[in-house]
């Protein structure tokens, strides 16, 4: 095991020698992330937006359960490649072409990181006493220090965290389901089918939302390291951290939804006795640590990647803590300005999120594992004019046509599709985008295999290096 330091790799490949590690560990690095507050706020939701809790339960098993799939599929690729899940993205859409959905992931790092410190901050408010500000601050200060140092410190922390926080919150549940009035919980609400689809997609959204930075944590992984290891124990990780900690979030809500709603760490940390109450502060902010780190970790290495395929340049040390401290300064800011409407903004959010990673993600799935079938030359993505060129016009134009049949179907607080009132109000934009970015860019991939085998064929004559090709 290497010595904890600050990571001297960012988005280049990991050579063969500094593979290390095994595929169990990726069960508390996505474990963790989901042990958290954001989770059972998300949960919340299922109850908040009118589904009787047996159907908000269903709703966020069926979602994590499809969700997690694809996520652990994304996370499969990072021994095989050995490089960040977003830079990969090159291959598909051309150097240049893929800064588009690289800029939407990063806007993405940086919502979900304000949304997670603002219930951080709250946790620290209520705890200690302190104001919300410098509470929100205190909370990003930890998570950017764990970033800074990286890979390395970012799984450990993940295995600690993953036990304490198991730990936690079978006490919590346990004393949740103790409180009065759950019986009556189950016959309370009631069942509409654009609500339950609703609320699938937000916990599908919320696996998605994985996808553009899963590979990054699987990357040093051995690349002989079997595809099923990485897919499995991410997929089991994630999917069952979300699941107890949204179900726990719906069942909170429909118990105390006026309570929950208002103040959900307060409502969660009161399940404690007076005494050890502090304990659960702890924990609750061990979670935000272990899920925002993630989210900066992945800001870097979007912003990164962009940057570096309009400007060449070598990510030191010193470089990485810069552009960590940058996209942290940021982030922070966001939370500051937006926690006084933090339930709605939230909801809002990761909906609006699902519209533009739902077609990257069919892409880049597609590519991988029927188009190029895990055959990628690794020099030639960091190259402007190698193998895959500036752009890859095929690819978005399935990224835009992946989008444009989402709209008729999208349903949301700030934007209704013609088509929603037809299907009782269920938003089925997603999987609409999931199926057609994906068929289409299937359907134009032809001339780019033929392609690609030529150069290969041609390769083959003079064998580049072993670790050039995944």
Same mark, same amino acid.
């Given at each position: 095991?290497?010595?904890?330091?600050?990571?001297?790799?960012?988005?280049?490949?990991?050579?063969?020698?500094?593979?290390?590690?095994?595929?169990?560990?990726?069960?508390?690095?996505?474990?963790?992330?989901?042990?958290?507050?954001?989770?059972?706020?998300?949960? /919340?939701? $299922? =109850? !908040?937006? *009118?589904?009787? &809790?047996?159907?908000? @339960?269903?709703?966020?098993? #069926?979602?994590?359960?499809?969700?997690?799939?694809?996520?652990?599929?994304?996370?499969?690729?990072?021994?095989?490649?050995?490089?960040?899940?977003?830079?990969?993205?090159?291959?598909?859409?051309?150097?240049?072409?893929?800064?588009?959905?690289?800029?939407?992931?990063?806007?993405?790092?940086?919502?979900?990181?304000? /949304?997670? $410190? =603002? !219930?951080? *901050?709250?946790? &620290?408010?209520?705890? @200690?006493?302190?104001?919300? #500000?410098?509470?929100?601050?205190?909370?990003?200060?930890?998570?950017?220090?764990?970033?800074?140092?990286?890979?390395?410190?970012?799984?450990?922390?993940?295995?600690?965290?993953?036990?304490?926080?198991?730990?936690?919150?079978?006490?919590?549940?346990?004393?949740?389901?103790?409180?009065?009035?759950?019986?009556?919980?189950?016959? $309370?609400?009631?069942?509409?089918?654009?609500?339950?689809?609703?609320?699938?997609?937000?916990?599908?959204?919320?696996?998605?939302?994985?996808?553009?930075?899963?590979?990054?944590?699987?990357?040093?992984?051995?690349?002989?390291?079997?595809?099923?290891?990485?897919?499995?124990?991410?997929?089991?990780?994630?999917?069952?951290?979300?699941?107890?900690?949204?179900?726990?979030?719906?069942?909170?809500?429909?118990?105390?939804?006026?309570?929950?709603?208002?103040?959900?760490?307060?409502?969660?940390?009161?399940?404690?006795?007076?005494?050890?109450?502090?304990?659960?502060?702890?924990?609750?902010?061990?979670?935000?640590?272990?899920?925002?780190?993630?989210?900066?970790?992945?800001?870097?290495?979007?912003?990164?990647?962009?940057?570096?395929?309009?400007?060449?340049?070598?990510?030191?040390?010193?470089?990485?803590?810069?552009?960590?401290?940058?996209?942290?300064?940021?982030?922070?800011?966001?939370?500051?300005?937006?926690?006084?409407?933090?339930?709605?903004?939230?909801?809002?959010?990761?909906?609006?999120?699902?519209?533009?990673?739902?077609?990257?993600?069919?892409?880049?799935?597609?590519?991988?594992?029927?188009?190029?079938?895990?055959?990628?030359?690794?020099?030639?993505?960091?190259?402007?004019?190698?193998?895959?060129?500036?752009?890859?016009?095929?690819?978005?134009?399935?990224?835009?046509?992946?989008?444009?049949?989402?709209?008729?179907?999208?349903?949301?607080?700030?934007?209704?599709?013609?088509?929603?009132?037809?299907?009782?109000?269920?938003?089925?934009?997603?999987?609409?985008?999931?199926?057609?970015?994906?068929?289409?860019?299937?359907?134009?991939?032809?001339?780019?295999?033929?392609?690609?085998?030529?150069?290969?064929?041609?390769?083959?004559?003079?064998?580049?290096?072993?670790?050039?090709?995944?």
């Amino acid at each position: 095991m290497p010595k904890l330091g600050i990571e001297q790799r960012s988005i280049d490949f990991v050579p063969h020698a500094e593979r290390h590690g095994s595929a169990r560990s990726l069960f508390a690095v996505w474990f963790a992330p989901n042990m958290q507050i954001t989770t059972v706020v998300t949960g /919340s939701l $299922a =109850v !908040l937006v *009118g589904l009787s &809790l047996p159907w908000a @339960l269903l709703a966020i098993v #069926v979602g994590n359960l499809f969700g997690a799939t694809i996520m652990a599929l994304h996370s499969a690729q990072g021994p095989k490649l050995g490089i960040p899940q977003m830079i990969q993205s090159r291959a598909q859409f051309g150097v240049y072409g893929a800064t588009l959905p690289l800029i939407l992931v990063l806007l993405m790092y940086i919502g979900f990181f304000a /949304s997670s $410190a =603002v !219930l951080g *901050g709250q946790a &620290l408010e209520s705890w @200690l006493g302190w104001p919300i #500000v410098p509470a929100i601050i205190v909370t990003s200060a930890v998570c950017t220090i764990v970033a800074i140092v990286g890979y390395q410190l970012i799984h450990v922390m993940e295995r600690i965290i993953s036990v304490i926080a198991a730990l936690a919150f079978i006490y919590l549940s346990v004393r949740l389901l103790q409180a009065p009035g759950v019986g009556s919980t189950w016959h $309370a609400g009631h069942f509409h089918f654009g609500i339950f689809l609703l609320v699938v997609a937000i916990a599908s959204t919320w696996q998605i939302t994985y996808a553009p930075y899963v590979a990054d944590y699987s990357r040093y992984l051995p690349a002989d390291t079997p595809m099923s290891g990485p897919f499995w124990w991410t997929y089991w990780g994630s999917a069952i951290g979300s699941i107890w900690m949204m179900a726990f979030g719906s069942l909170a809500a429909s118990i105390a939804v006026k309570t929950f709603g208002a103040t959900p760490v307060a409502y969660v940390v009161d399940l404690a006795p007076g005494p050890v109450r502090w304990l659960f502060y702890i924990v609750l902010l061990l979670g935000v640590f272990a899920v925002n780190t993630m989210n900066l970790y992945g800001a870097f290495m979007s912003a990164t990647t962009t940057l570096a395929a309009i400007f060449p340049m070598k990510l030191g040390a010193a470089a990485r803590t810069v552009f960590v401290l940058a996209v942290a300064v940021v982030s922070t800011g966001v939370a500051i300005l937006g926690y006084g409407n933090f339930v709605a903004n939230f909801e809002n959010f990761i909906l609006f999120l699902a519209y533009f990673l739902i077609p990257w993600t069919a892409i880049n799935l597609a590519d991988f594992y029927f188009v190029r079938r895990e055959r990628y030359d690794i020099p030639s993505i960091f190259e402007r004019n190698g193998l895959y060129g500036r752009w890859n016009g095929r690819a978005l134009l399935a990224y835009a046509i992946g989008i444009v049949v989402e709209v008729p179907f999208v349903s949301s607080t700030f934007f209704t599709g013609w088509l929603v009132s037809h299907l009782g109000g269920a938003d089925i934009s997603w999987i609409l985008g999931l199926i057609v970015a994906g068929g289409v860019y299937l359907l134009l991939s032809g001339p780019i295999v033929r392609r690609e085998n030529a150069w290969f064929a041609q390769r083959q004559a003079t064998p580049a290096s072993a670790e050039s090709v995944g």
